[in-house]
Structures are given as C-alpha cells and as structure tokens.
C-alpha cells in the first residue's frame, strides 16, 4: 500500500467519484439540480483531486529504485543497492538516509534549473530503449549491453559533497585535482577514485562504440 | 446533453481507472498511461462536462427569455378593450 499522502488523496477522491458516476450511468436519474451538482462533484471536483494528487505521487514514484527496478534488466544494480553486504559507491549511498530509497535518481538526476525536465525526457529514452533493444534479452545478455548515454559529471557529487570543506581538501588527491575535478577532466567515479559506482560500471563509450555494443 | 453527459461519465471512470492503477502499481506502464492518457481522457470529460454545462445555461436562458416575451395570462383571457370610435371633428365655420 502507497505510503505517500498524495497517492491516497489520489485514492480517496477516485473513491468518492466512482460512487457517483456508476449511479448515474446505471440509475439514469432525471437531471435536476441534485443531479447536476452530483455530476459537478463526480465529473470536475473529485477526478480534480485525483489527477492533481495523482500526478504527484506519480512523480514521486518515479523517484525511487523500485521504479528504476521494475526494468528487468535493472535487477542486479537495484539488487546491489539493497545488499547490505556490497561495498559498491551505490550500496553506500543507498544506505544514507538522505538518499535512501531515491538512491538510482539521486545520483543521476540532471541537476540545474531545469534538471528534472531534462531528467524525465532522459526516462523516456530509457523507455524506449528498454522497451525496443532490451525487453526481449536477458539479464546476462543485456549487463554488457547497458551503458550511460553521457558521462557522469562531477557535479551530481558535488552537489552533496561540498569541495571546499577542510576535511575534502585535506585528502591530497582531491586538493592537487580540485582543478580537472571542476572542469570533469578527471571523474570522481574513476577507477582508484570512487568507482566503479555500480559492479557492472563500464567507461564511458564513444557514440561509434555505443552503437558497436549495442549491435 | 444527456448523451454528452454519459459519455463524460464514462471517460471519467476509465481516466480513474488509470490514475488508481499507477498509484497501487508505480511501474513505468501504469505511471506512464495514466500522466499521459489518464490525463487526455480525464480532461476530455471535464471538457465535455463544461460543455454539457454551457449547453444547459444557454436552454435555459432561451426558455427564459421566451417566457417573458409571451403574452399574460390576463391578455390571453380577457376580451380585448372595446375601442370607441373618435368624433368626428366639427367642420370649421
């Protein structure tokens, strides 16, 4: 059952609308003015409710790795997040209360003004991929195939994790790499740094090489 | 009006049907149809619902302005008032 109290504004108002709209269309009644503002209630008010607070919590749904897991060929990274034994960068992260459950988009999320418009025509790539270069391999067959479209910059870490604190400074690698790290000549993700985010993380590849794996 | 009304009606619960499905099953398919035809469907009956609505208000205000334009009661029952005729001037001398 939803936890979010959009998702059962959502629920309560398709509760009190079909009630009122099955009566109508099997009782027929005359249209007075009861009827009329019935029609109101279960035609605008309520489907009103529904839909506003629907959208809502179906944003927020989208936002978790439950979603992002419900992609078969998602299973092992979501798995991975979960397991309180992997040691991945998402495991940890999975396991911070700030990101929790929201781990896969916390991380991935474009960020800036319109980052989360950019962030959901990016899903819907996703979408499209998956539903017509992916659905129909298996797990094993599609692990190797799976790639990010674009690198991953430094600043969806820097968003958290400020570069100017003492404590980040003092580690010698970040303060003789605050430089590359801004312009994301260097990636915090880098083998030796903090990657391979993911287990199954492969380098960024070229547009040639994406349609080569992808073949 | 009350076919329009039916019609409304019945996009409406197909439009509810899918906003439940995406909030009981947050899978992509179900989020998906309902932010994309959930809406379309569920604007539409609200759209036909208003029209429906303006149909009514401009009936109504038909049959309104009809009414008053009919003759009373009292003109349609009593006798019209006999109308007597004018003298004749005196000719002038």
């Given at each position: 059952?939803?936890h979010?109290?959009?998702?059962?504004?959502?629920?309560?108002?398709?509760?009190?609308?079909?009630?009122?709209?099955?009566?109508?269309?099997?009782?027929r009644?005359?249209?007075?003015?009861?009827t009329k503002?019935?029609?109101?209630?279960?035609?605008?008010?309520?489907?009103?409710?529904?839909?506003?607070?629907?959208?809502?919590?179906?944003?927020?749904?989208?936002?978790?790795?439950?979603?992002?897991?419900?992609?078969?060929?998602?299973t092992?990274?979501?798995?991975?997040?979960?397991?309180?034994?992997?040691?991945?960068?998402?495991?940890r992260?999975?396991?911070?209360?700030?990101?929790?459950?929201?781990?896969?988009?916390?991380?991935h999320?474009d960020?800036?003004?319109?980052?989360?418009?950019?962030?959901k025509?990016?899903?819907?790539?996703?979408?499209?991929?998956?539903?017509?270069?992916?659905?129909?391999?298996?797990?094993?067959?599609?692990?190797p195939r799976?790639h990010?479209?674009?690198?991953?910059?430094?600043?969806?870490?820097?968003?958290?994790?400020?570069?100017t604190v003492?404590?980040?400074r003092?580690?010698?690698?970040?303060?003789?790499?605050v430089?590359?790290?801004?312009?994301?000549?260097?990636s915090?993700?880098?083998?030796?740094?903090?990657?391979?985010a993911?287990?199954?993380s492969?380098?960024h590849?070229d547009?040639?090489?994406i349609e080569?794996?992808?073949? | 009006?009350?076919?329009?009304?039916?019609?409304?009606a019945?996009?409406?619960?197909?439009?509810?049907?899918?906003?439940?499905?995406?909030v009981?099953?947050?899978?992509?398919?179900?989020?998906?149809?309902?932010?994309?035809?959930?809406q379309?469907?569920?604007?539409?009956?609200f759209?036909?619902f208003?029209?429906a609505?303006?149909v009514?208000?401009?009936?109504?205000?038909?049959i309104?302005r009809?009414s008053?334009?009919?003759?009373?009661?009292?003109?349609?029952l009593?006798?019209p008032?006999?109308?007597?005729?004018?003298?004749?001037?005196e000719?002038p001398?």
């Amino acid at each position: 059952m939803p936890h979010d109290p959009f998702a059962w504004a959502a629920l309560a108002g398709a509760a009190l609308s079909v009630p009122i709209l099955i009566w109508y269309l099997v009782a027929r009644p005359p249209l007075v003015r009861t009827t009329k503002l019935a029609l109101l209630l279960g035609i605008g008010v309520f489907p009103i409710l529904t839909a506003g607070s629907g959208n809502i919590a179906g944003y927020e749904a989208t936002k978790t790795r439950r979603f992002c897991g419900s992609c078969h060929v998602m299973t092992p990274y979501a798995q991975d997040s979960e397991d309180l034994e992997s040691t991945s960068l998402a495991a940890r992260h999975s396991r911070n209360d700030a990101f929790g459950k929201e781990n896969c988009y916390a991380c991935h999320a474009d960020y800036g003004m319109f980052g989360t418009i950019t962030t959901k025509i990016g899903g819907l790539r996703h979408v499209y991929e998956y539903t017509f270069n992916f659905r129909q391999l298996s797990v094993a067959e599609a692990l190797p195939r799976i790639h990010l479209l674009e690198p991953f910059t430094n600043d969806r870490c820097t968003r958290c994790h400020s570069t100017t604190v003492p404590g980040w400074r003092a580690v010698g690698d970040h303060a003789s790499l605050v430089e590359e790290l801004g312009r994301d000549a260097v990636s915090c993700l880098g083998n030796g740094c903090h990657g391979p985010a993911h287990p199954f993380s492969k380098p960024h590849l070229d547009e040639g090489e994406i349609e080569e794996v992808t073949r | 009006m009350r076919r329009l009304l039916r019609i409304s009606a019945a996009l409406s619960l197909v439009a509810l049907a899918l906003m439940v499905w995406s909030v009981l099953v947050p899978t992509p398919m179900p989020v998906m149809l309902a932010m994309s035809l959930g809406q379309l469907l569920g604007t539409s009956s609200f759209a036909m619902f208003g029209l429906a609505v303006l149909v009514d208000l401009r009936r109504s205000r038909r049959i309104r302005r009809d009414s008053m334009q009919l003759p009373s009661l009292k003109e349609v029952l009593l006798p019209p008032e006999r109308i007597e005729p004018a003298e004749p001037a005196e000719p002038p001398r």
